[in-house]
């Protein structure tokens, strides 16, 4: 039975969360009610989590979550657990370090499991924080799942995205060096009552002291934090409520707005192309026949996604889309 | 040199034995088993020799009972001079129903009492709580105020017997209860022994009945080291329990590693609050898991009484003989009763009993048959009973200390599981000690694993349970139940609410507002938790103050 | 090189539209013992299941909220403190009353033979006795619990 969009509009739990699944196990009628309610997207302000597995993330999440109630607004929460890549099964289970929230309605927690998606996502991340932006909430919350540094992706769907480090991880920070600046809007030293926190902070602030800024750049901020028991935690969130308004403005947010379309419409092109193309080689099992020539060396697979692209599929492009806007690329 | 050629001559002939006779018998009739291993999976050669003991100095490792490292015993005489001390763990229903039992079980025989609390007690939540529905009475006795431990103990001399209570998060507020009743009966604290579990620690790794963060629990227990060491110096403070981490599926060395390294925190947490460590740790004692393989188990227990008296001498400098015993009890494994063939049980505690016995244990609590299924029955807590009396009285295995003690395998084993168990304490050690190991997840992480892996071994076959994986049969005896009236909620709620209308009220506000007060300073909260009792403050009360200005624990998600 | 056969790759093709199994594993009540529970949330897991731990020291609300929110399919529970006569029924209960009635709740735990047929006729799909095995459960979700429409 089909979700209508009318249902998520108005608040159903129930409905929502069988969209959310729908969307998670790619159900063509559920792709069909988010068309509708796209445009009702974007009021939402996106949180991004991120850091390495035991950095803390589900409990300050659960700590976030808690002070932005106080403030009257509703959450929404998307945690990615990884899928074992041997049985294709998950245990999800950031709901545990987050059951204050249990029983409260203007909370609403989706669990997650990659399913081979890599980028610390899940493939329907996007679509689910569309859903819980369409239903109304105030804030999404999207914590990754913790694979360490590449975990790029996230940048891209949330307004502002907080790095997670735990003291103790000097030699890593060196490591992530490279990815983790543009990462970052905000770092977060969280379980900073360890030792060696004062340290971890610094080669931080170094390291970000290190890159220049131009005139209206954003310069992250180191914070510390124990999301344990909540120290520092309105420190933190004051500065993601600074780099709210930073993205606010009209420049930045115009911005921030393109980058995500074109992610989101990126996503979807990638995903469609490849079902397609696997779809239509599949049919007839000249996949198989393919595979096993390449296995053989009887052909190379370079040529034959050639073909793919430049033969199979024809790309009967309306008039109006030809002409466009053009030049997205560049 | 002499004794080296003769070591050497050994080793020779057990090769020259293994190559000429066991190879040609095992190319005709191969092994049983691929590998053999413990229930740990931990591998076990064929057969041992001296050559096992290579380089051992006997009287350093293994050596006298009574004198250090105590690993055949902590006393000179053991059970010549006196037996194991019965001690059957009972609770349920409410006070009335559990203290009718203790008057039975003494009267069978049994030597000390050991009280089982429901599990709103053990979470710090009276029996009218929410969260105490279909709980009360159910898996132990229900206690919410001193009125019930009054009921608990009416008519038991507190002077004469001893009293086991297993309670960890609000342990503090039970033992406060126990002296209140002491007291009532004439009896002043300093007469008054027994144990309370009090071990924190392994809540947080394995049994998970929490209240408060670990920082603030360290307080309380170091507050009630300090306060029994001068007032109740009879009691055992601390059972720092193995038990719950062998249930819930760590190996045996895990058992003894995870439970030592608690010790040691135990011990450095009393040291850090002042405390002269010969004043406290006397008065710690141990509480292991007898499971189901017999050397492992003996010679985890003979292990554990090694490490405990070189830790306690070389690396606190304890001065004092008696903080060097390590003194323990025992319970047989809950974990390896099956559901299936439930009598078969019996025989089962009766091994583990006797593991117990020959490891050295000072108090025994042996399980009836049902207990996978229910609480006990009286029949069957009967039966549990009389197989420690069978041991004790009809096998003969307590009239020569240490019996097994020189068995090249026993030795062995004791010498493998130090060993190994050294290598996780000095691991924990290396994390800054078992609180921050736990607040890692590190322990917890290693059980689980441990316990997937055997879950694995004996779904594959591999590890066997009768009755479950191997000799099944299809019909089953069935064995009488315990069934908990489901009057006993309503009748201990009600009698909470009187209890609640009834006290002074005024009163009771203050002793709530001290207790606030003195948990946020550095004040010993065992008098002002012991004024709270006697003006019938409940559990629950209590710790909600303790909530408000300590905070809550909750699960940190490790699976 | 004949170690990547065709038949591995194609697995991996899309994966459009194929529902996935998604199951609560939760502990109501008070007591701690949570060892069954996580094994049994790894088994479903290597059955290829999406399992949400909810861990321990859950109230029937807490659970029946977080399965309206993750949308499973079956509600795997686990007690050892005997409380399962009030918390296993309150769970069915409660989905009844949010028309979640078709979300299979199954459990296991310290059950005795004698209250299975009441927990039965509340609502309680299966119950697991001490002893039972992982494969015993994980073949009950594989054949019970189907993914919903």
């Given at each position: 039975m089909a979700i209508s969009a009318k249902e998520i509009l108005s608040?159903?739990?129930?409905?929502?969360?069988?969209?959310?699944?729908?969307?998670?196990?790619?159900?063509?009628?559920?792709?069909?009610?988010?068309?509708?309610?796209?445009?009702?997207?974007?009021?939402?302000?996106?949180?991004?989590?991120?850091?390495?597995?035991?950095?803390?993330?589900?409990?300050?999440?659960?700590?976030?979550?808690?002070?932005?109630?106080?403030?009257?607004?509703?959450?929404?929460?998307v945690a990615i657990d990884p899928t074992s890549p041997f049985s294709g099964g998950a245990i999800l289970g950031d709901r545990i370090r987050m059951q204050k929230h249990a029983l409260d309605e203007g909370v609403f927690i989706k669990s997650l499991a990659t399913r081979g998606h890599l980028g610390g996502l899940s493939k329907s991340t996007i679509d689910i924080v569309n859903v819980m932006d369409a239903m109304g909430k105030d804030v999404v919350i999207i914590e990754t799942v913790g694979v360490g540094q590449d975990e790029v992706e996230i940048v891209k769907v949330a307004h502002t995205n907080l790095v997670l480090v735990v003291p103790g991880m000097g030699d890593d920070i060196q490591a992530m060096k490279a990815g983790i600046l543009e990462i970052a809007d905000i770092f977060v030293v969280n379980k900073s009552d360890r030792e060696g926190a004062d340290r971890t902070k610094q080669e931080l602030e170094t390291m970000v002291g290190m890159n220049t800024y131009r005139e209206g750049e954003w310069a992250p901020p180191v914070m510390a934090a124990v999301a344990q028991t909540g120290a520092g935690v309105p420190e933190?969130?004051?500065?993601?409520?600074?780099?709210?308004?930073?993205?606010?403005?009209?420049?930045?947010?115009?911005?921030?707005?393109?980058?995500?379309?074109?992610?989101?419409?990126?996503?979807?092109?990638?995903?469609?192309?490849?079902?397609?193309?696997?779809?239509?080689?599949?049919?007839?099992?000249?996949?198989?026949?393919?595979?096993?020539?390449?296995?053989r060396k009887i052909r190379d697979p370079y040529s034959i996604a050639e073909q793919v692209v430049d033969h199979k599929f024809g790309f009967h492009l309306t008039e109006g889309a030809r002409k466009g806007k053009g030049n997205r690329r560049r | 040199?002499?004794?080296?050629?003769?070591?050497?001559?050994?080793?020779?002939?057990?090769?020259?034995?293994?190559?000429?006779?066991?190879?040609?018998?095992?190319?005709?009739?191969?092994?049983?088993?691929?590998?053999?291993?413990?229930?740990?999976?931990?591998?076990?050669?064929?057969?041992?020799?001296?050559?096992?003991?290579?380089?051992?100095?006997?009287?350093?490792?293994?050596?006298?009972?009574?004198?250090?490292?105590?690993?055949?015993?902590?006393?000179?005489?053991?059970?010549?001079?006196?037996?194991?001390?019965?001690?059957?763990?009972?609770?349920?229903?409410?006070?009335?129903?559990?203290?009718?039992?203790?008057?039975?079980?003494?009267?069978?025989?049994?030597?000390?009492?050991?009280?089982?609390?429901?599990?709103?007690?053990?979470?710090?939540?009276?029996?009218?709580?929410?969260?105490?529905?279909?709980?009360?009475?159910?898996?132990?006795?229900?206690?919410?105020?001193?009125?019930?431990?009054?009921?608990?103990?009416h008519g038991i001399p507190l002077d004469k017997i001893t009293t086991s209570m297993t309670t960890n998060a609000p342990a503090a507020i039970l033992l406060a209860m126990y002296i209140a009743v002491a007291e009532q009966q004439g009896v002043s604290p300093g007469k008054i022994g027994g144990t309370i579990q009090n071990d924190i620690l392994k809540e947080y790794i394995a049994r998970h009945s929490w209240i408060f963060p670990p920082d603030p629990s360290m307080r309380i227990i170091t507050d009630i080291l300090a306060f029994c060491s001068d007032h109740v110096p009879k009691w055992n403070t601390i059972s720092i329990s193995g038990y719950h981490?062998?249930?819930?599926?760590?190996?045996?060395?895990?058992?003894?590693?995870?439970?030592?390294?608690?010790?040691?925190?135990y011990v450095q947490a009393g040291i850090d609050a002042g405390i002269p460590v010969d004043k406290f740790a006397p008065r710690l004692s141990y509480f292991f898991n007898a499971h189901m393989d017999f050397f492992e188990e003996i010679a985890k227990y003979r292990a554990a009484r090694r490490m405990w008296a070189r830790i306690m001498r070389e690396?606190?400098?304890?001065?004092?003989?008696?903080?060097?015993?390590?003194?323990?009890?025992?319970?047989?494994?809950?974990?390896?009763?099956?559901?299936?063939?439930?009598?078969?049980?019996?025989?089962?505690?009766?091994?583990?009993?006797?593991?117990?016995?020959?490891?050295?244990?000072?108090?025994?609590?042996?399980?009836?048959?049902?207990?996978?299924?229910?609480?006990?029955?009286?029949?069957?807590?009967?039966?549990?009973?009389?197989?420690?009396?069978?041991?004790?009285?009809?096998?003969?295995?307590?009239?020569?200390?240490?019996?097994?003690?020189?068995?090249?395998?026993?030795?062995?084993?004791?010498?493998?599981?130090?060993?190994?168990?050294?290598?996780?304490?000095?691991?924990?050690?290396?994390?800054?000690?078992?609180?921050?190991?736990?607040?890692?997840?590190?322990?917890?992480?290693?059980?689980?694993?441990?316990?997937y892996h055997y879950q694995r071994l004996l779904e594959k076959g591999e590890k066997k349970i009768v009755g479950v994986n191997c000799y099944r049969s299809d019909?089953?005896?069935?064995?009488?139940?315990?069934?908990?009236?489901?009057?006993?909620?309503?009748?201990?709620?009600?009698?909470?609410?009187?209890?609640?209308?009834?006290?002074?009220?005024?009163?009771?506000?203050?002793?709530?507002?001290?207790?606030?007060?003195?948990?946020?300073?550095?004040?010993?909260?065992?008098?002002?938790?012991?004024?709270?009792?006697?003006?019938?403050?409940?559990?629950?009360?209590?710790?909600?103050?303790?909530?408000?200005?300590?905070?809550?624990?909750?699960?940190?998600a490790m699976y | 090189m004949k170690s990547v056969p065709a038949k591995k790759i194609s697995r991996s093709r899309t994966t459009k539209g194929k529902r996935k199994v998604r199951v609560l594993v939760g502990k109501p009540g008070l007591d701690g013992h949570d060892r069954g529970a996580k094994i049994i949330a790894r088994a479903l897991r290597d059955a290829g299941k999406e399992v949400i731990y909810t861990g321990l020291h859950q109230t029937p609300?807490?659970?029946?909220?977080?399965?309206?929110?993750?949308?499973?399919?079956?509600?795997?529970?686990?007690?050892?403190?005997?409380?399962?006569?009030?918390?296993?029924?309150?769970?069915?209960?409660?989905?009844?009353?949010?028309?979640?009635?078709?979300?299979?709740?199954?459990?296991?735990?310290?059950?005795?033979?004698?209250?299975?047929?009441?927990?039965?006729?509340?609502?309680?799909?299966?119950?697991?006795?001490?002893?039972?095995?992982?494969?015993?459960?994980?073949?009950?979700?594989?054949?019970?619990?189907?993914?919903r429409a």
């Open positions: 608040g159903d739990v129930q409905a929502a969360a069988r969209l959310m699944r729908d969307l998670d196990d790619e159900i063509p009628s559920a792709h069909r009610t988010l068309k509708t309610l796209y445009r009702h997207t974007g009021r939402a302000t996106i949180l991004g989590i991120t850091g390495a597995p035991g950095a803390g993330k589900s409990t300050l999440v659960d700590c976030v979550t808690g002070h932005l109630r106080q403030e009257g607004k509703t959450v929404g929460i933190l969130l004051s500065e993601v409520e600074r780099h709210w308004k930073f993205i606010s403005r009209e420049e930045n947010l115009e911005r921030y707005r393109r980058e995500k379309a074109r992610v989101e419409l990126m996503e979807i092109l990638k995903k469609r192309l490849l079902e397609k193309a696997v779809d239509d080689l599949s049919r007839d099992g000249v996949l198989d026949l393919l595979l096993q020539d390449i296995a | 040199m002499v004794d080296r050629n003769k070591k050497k001559t050994t080793r020779d002939r057990g090769k020259r034995l293994q190559r000429e006779r066991l190879k040609p018998r095992l190319s005709r009739n191969p092994e049983r088993l691929r590998r053999f291993s413990t229930v740990s999976d931990e591998e076990i050669s064929s057969l041992y020799t001296p050559a096992d003991l290579e380089g051992i100095d006997f009287l350093k490792e293994t050596g006298f009972p009574g004198e250090y490292p105590y690993t055949r015993g902590v006393h000179p005489s053991m059970y010549r001079g006196r037996l194991w001390t019965m001690r059957q763990f009972s609770g349920f229903g409410s006070a009335e129903d559990t203290n009718a039992r203790y008057h039975y079980l003494l009267s069978q025989g049994q030597t000390g009492l050991s009280v089982a609390f429901h599990f709103p007690t053990l979470m710090g939540y009276d029996s009218d709580h929410a969260r105490a529905r279909g709980e009360v009475g159910m898996c132990g006795v229900a206690v919410d105020s001193l009125r019930d431990m009054e009921i608990l103990f981490i062998r249930e819930a599926g760590s190996t045996a060395v895990q058992e003894l590693a995870f439970t030592i390294a608690d010790g040691i925190a690396r606190f400098r304890a001065k004092d003989e008696n903080s060097w015993k390590l003194r323990f009890h025992t319970q047989t494994a809950g974990v390896t009763l099956t559901a299936q063939q439930p009598v078969n049980n019996v025989a089962r505690v009766a091994l583990q009993g006797l593991m117990a016995v020959l490891g050295g244990t000072q108090s025994l609590h042996t399980n009836s048959m049902d207990e996978t299924l229910s609480l006990p029955t009286e029949q069957a807590v009967t039966i549990a009973l009389r197989t420690q009396q069978i041991l004790a009285e009809e096998t003969g295995v307590a009239n020569s200390i240490d019996p097994l003690g020189g068995s090249f395998l026993l030795e062995k084993l004791t010498n493998e599981m130090e060993k190994k168990a050294m290598h996780y304490i000095r691991k924990i050690d290396e994390m800054g000690g078992m609180v921050e190991a736990i607040k890692r997840g590190y322990p917890q992480r290693e059980i689980i694993d441990a316990s019909e089953e005896l069935p064995i009488p139940i315990l069934t908990i009236d489901k009057e006993v909620e309503r009748k201990q709620v009600a009698r909470t609410r009187e209890v609640r209308r009834k006290r002074n009220a005024k009163r009771v506000a203050s002793r709530i507002d001290a207790l606030k007060d003195a948990s946020l300073s550095r004040t010993n909260l065992m008098p002002v938790i012991l004024e709270a009792v006697k003006e019938y403050v409940t559990i629950g009360e209590i710790c909600d103050a303790f909530r408000e200005t300590m905070g809550t624990y909750t699960d940190p | 609300e807490m659970i029946v909220n977080a399965a309206e929110q993750e949308d499973v399919d079956a509600i795997g529970l686990s007690i050892l403190s005997g409380a399962h006569n009030y918390l296993f029924p309150k769970v069915v209960e409660l989905l009844r009353k949010k028309k979640m009635g078709k979300v299979v709740v199954f459990g296991g735990g310290i059950i005795p033979e004698n209250d299975i047929p009441g927990l039965r006729k509340k609502g309680v799909d299966r119950i697991f006795t001490p002893g039972a095995t992982l494969s015993e459960i994980v073949e009950y979700v594989n054949k019970r619990i189907r993914p």
